[in-house]
């Protein structure tokens, strides 16, 4: 592989980090914020390949969606901030 090609992807290796952790961010808050439409999201995924999935506690399944999109926004933030700091 040509050495310019090599420096010009280890250089765009921060940008899609970037774009990755503001897509991160975005997620994470839509499963914090309205962790229901999430689960009905994945409901209706599994129906379109035949399967059928019940949460067995409805506000464990809510609680653990939240928690998930908050730890899913706070690792996407920590990554932004350690590109900014270097």
């Known amino acids: 592989m040509n050495k310019q090609l090599i420096v010009v992807w280890v250089g765009l290796i ?3 980090l970037m774009l990755l952790s503001f897509i991160a961010i975005i997620i994470g808050f839509v499963l914090f914020l309205n962790p229901a439409f999430a689960i009905e999201i994945q409901r ?24 998930m ?11 932004l901030v350690s590109i900014f700091i270097k």
């Open 14 to 16: 921060p940008k899609i």
């Open 44 to 67: 209706r995924f599994y129906e379109k390949i035949n399967w059928r999935i019940e949460p067995i506690s409805m506000p464990k399944e809510i609680r653990n969606t939240k928690i």
């Open 69 to 79: 999109g908050l730890f899913l926004t706070v690792v996407a933030l920590s990554t």
